[in-house]
């Protein structure tokens, strides 16, 4: 039973949070209440939704000291401004001066969303715009909508949205709209890719997007990432309602109300962002990291591979020349020591690049190809090396340990894809460290055991790239293979010879894989040379298996390996089993990617299908919220310290008395 004290207590607590809310004012030394009351406006200079102003001073009054985070990223002034406004705040006051002349009958709008909060304690004002009008009547419609990559949809922050008026696509003359004037409503998207364009006309329009680089409004660089819809969007708005949780604390739900709101459609705009294929080609760089080559890297590659030639040294076979598959990195590998014992090559070099107009030109050029570490400072560590070495020997020789007197020499050491395990449908490769003198495909053998038998089996070594080969033989499931290479069978050009090698491989069953079956539905009407690629995802989003749907719109993965996966496809348009980006100038948007929202779990011996519909759910949501990297900004909150104040207070004040808070 309480006693008569006890309840005397618990009044003293209640009226101290009662006192906490009536009396709140700014946090003081002596560990008084906190300031939790956001800022408010009082009143502007224009007036909020004035009409005919003509001022480009707007000054917004506040009832306290606030502060503007970040004004030069989260304020947007719409329409765009080409001499960028100057925002600042002063004292109870924001200032914002509009350098670019007005233009007559149009709505402004300043959305300065969550950047605005108070002085001392950072309270939130809230999402807050500012909006007026040079003519005769205020525009109110809003569009909103997501920008995503089109490549893996991920949320993309900071894209300049906007809209055009709307226009035919057949109309290519008006597409240049893109690349020579600003779009004429505009908004940035957030970290979750979200975007609300304000203070929108009734009319159609044409929704873009831009990663705007240089600051112009316009699409004027091909590096600059891109969205553009084809399809009208006519902005209107309905009454509708909503629900707003009231929060006792962070914990406890206090009520849940229903609101009424205005409802801005369309909602749901989603812009899938590209960057175009950059063909221009121009010399990013030459250099030399480690003495043995030089490399150059491109831009863009090309078949015409370019033309070294010695200035200093003769240059005649003195290459072996190694090219990237795109052909945008060639390296040259220097044949003789002597090269690369040489500090300075001065060397001519002719090679392909992109003039003003787009076309190829050639240029020629002399440098000088020097390497990282000099010859010398390397033959002092090479020395030092040797040092370390012979004294290592002198110790284990005095502890009578077996010692070697000569110092060994560094053999050439393949690398292999394949440790131990694999799959019928994995395959064995081979990489050289350096491109080799002389590679002795009788030296490389492989044998399988069956019935407990060791029998040779058929195999060929082919080679792939320069430095690059893979064993070619028919893998059967449940054997055991041996991959073994005689010494000095893989000898470099620089005289390192490979040692003996032997790798057990043991080829797994079926049982110990799990098999993927997917089924997808509401494709989207494609060309006769389109298919679907279909993918299967690790949980860091890492393509672990690709294959394209059958005829019968399934795709079926076998040998998975036990574990968690996620599902994605693209349509492949040009039906080259690779992902292909858009092309505005040709009205080419990206290959459509789509994700699988679930996440699925496959175990060894079980059979894992899906029926996927592809169009199912909204574009904006399909990637799992686990492979998504560009993650949303929490909401700025009231910090609530009050509550926490008023219950130390309560507990400081019980103390003693039994009572607990």
């Known amino acids: 039973m309480i006693n008569k004290r006890d309840i005397k207590t618990w009044l003293t607590v209640a009226s101290l949070l009662l006192m906490m809310a009536a009396c709140a004012r700014m946090g003081n030394p002596d560990g008084g209440w906190y300031d939790e009351t956001p800022p408010y406006v009082l009143n502007s200079t224009p007036e909020d939704k004035g009409i005919n102003v003509a001022a480009k001073k707007v000054t917004i009054n506040f009832n306290e000291f606030i502060k503007i985070e970040d004004a030069q990223n989260k304020v947007i002034v719409s329409p765009p401004q080409l001499e960028q406004a100057d925002i600042k705040a002063q004292g109870k006051r924001i200032i914002v001066s509009l350098n670019d002349s007005l233009k ?36 109110t419609l809003e569009v909103s909508g997501y920008c995503l990559n089109a490549e893996d949809m991920e949320p993309l922050k900071g894209m300049l949205v906007g809209l055009y008026p709307y226009w035919n696509p057949r109309d290519t003359m008006r597409d240049t709209i893109f690349h020579k004037e600003p779009m004429i409503r505009v908004s940035r998207t957030n970290a979750g890719g979200r975007f609300t364009v304000k203070g929108v006309a009734p009319g159609a329009y044409r929704v873009f997007a831009l990663n705007d680089a240089d600051g112009d409004f316009v699409y004027g660089q091909k590096s600059e990432t891109i969205g553009f819809s084809t399809d009208s969007i006519v902005p209107t708005w309905k009454p509708d309602t909503r629900q707003d949780t009231i929060w006792r604390d962070s914990l406890h739900i206090d009520n849940i109300l229903r609101v009424g709101y205005t409802h801005f459609l369309p909602d ?8 175009q294929l950059l063909t221009d080609r121009s010399l990013v760089k030459m250099e030399r990291k480690d003495p043995e080559k030089i490399e150059l890297f491109f831009t863009y590659g090309s078949d015409s591979l370019p033309k070294m030639r010695g200035l200093n040294f003769d240059s005649d076979s003195a290459f072996v ?3 990237s598959a795109k052909k945008d990195t060639i390296c040259y590998w220097l044949r003789d020591t002597t090269l690369v014992n040489q500090d300075t090559l001065v060397i001519e070099r002719s090679y392909l690049m992109t003039d ?6 050639e240029m020629v050029d002399t440098v000088e190809a020097i390497p990282k570490v000099s010859y010398e400072k390397r033959m002092k560590e090479k020395a030092k090396e040797i040092e370390n070495w012979q004294k290592e020997q002198e110790k284990k020789k005095k502890r009578e340990e077996p010692y070697d007197s000569i110092y060994p020499v560094k053999p050439l050491q393949p690398k292999m894809s394949i440790s131990g395990q694999m799959t019928p449908l994995d395959v064995f490769y081979i990489e050289m460290p350096e491109p080799l003198a002389r590679c002795d495909t009788s030296a490389v053998h492989l044998y399988v055991m069956v019935d407990s038998v060791w029998y040779n089996c058929p195999h060929e070594m082919v080679q ?16 055991e293979y041996s991959f073994e290479v005689d010494s000095a069978a893989f ?7 490979s040692n003996a090698i032997k790798q057990g491989i043991k080829v797994a069953t079926q049982e110990e894989f799990c098999t993927l079956s997917v089924t997808l539905s509401n494709i989207p009407q494609t060309n006769d040379t389109a298919c679907v ?14 294959k394209a749907a059958d005829k019968e719109r399934t795709a079926d993965f076998i040998y998975v390996k036990p574990g968690k996966y996620y599902i994605s496809a693209f349509i492949d348009l040009n039906g080259n089993g690779v992902w292909d980006t858009g092309d505005y100038d040709q009205g080419l948007q990206a290959e459509p990617v789509y994700y699988h929202p679930e996440e699925i779990e496959c175990k060894e011996k079980w059979d894992v299908s899906r029926d996927w519909n592809l169009t199912a759910t909204p574009r904006h949501l399909q990637k799992p919220s686990k492979l998504v990297k560009q993650k949303p900004e929490k909401a700025k909150q009231q910090k609530n310290r009050n509550l926490e104040r008023a219950k130390q207070l309560g507990k400081e004040y019980l103390k003693g008395t039994g009572v607990n808070l």
């Open 491 to 497: 000898v470099g050009i620089y005289g390192q010879v």
């Open 533 to 546: 690629m279909v993918r299967v995802l690790d949980s860091s989003g890492k393509i672990v298996k690709q």
């Open 268 to 275: 749901d705009v989603t812009l899938m962002c590209f960057q």
């Open 464 to 479: 792939t790239a320069t430095r690059n080969y893979k064993l070619v033989a028919e893998w059967k499931a449940g054997l």
């Open 356 to 361: 003003t107009l787009g076309q190829l030109f």
């Open 104 to 139: 007559p009958n149009t709505t402004y709008t300043i959305d300065f969303s969550d950047a605005i909060s108070d002085n001392n304690e950072g309270n939130p004002m809230g999402n807050y715009t500012f909006s007026f009008s040079t003519g005769g009547q205020i525009d």
């Open 321 to 323: 020349v190694e090219a």
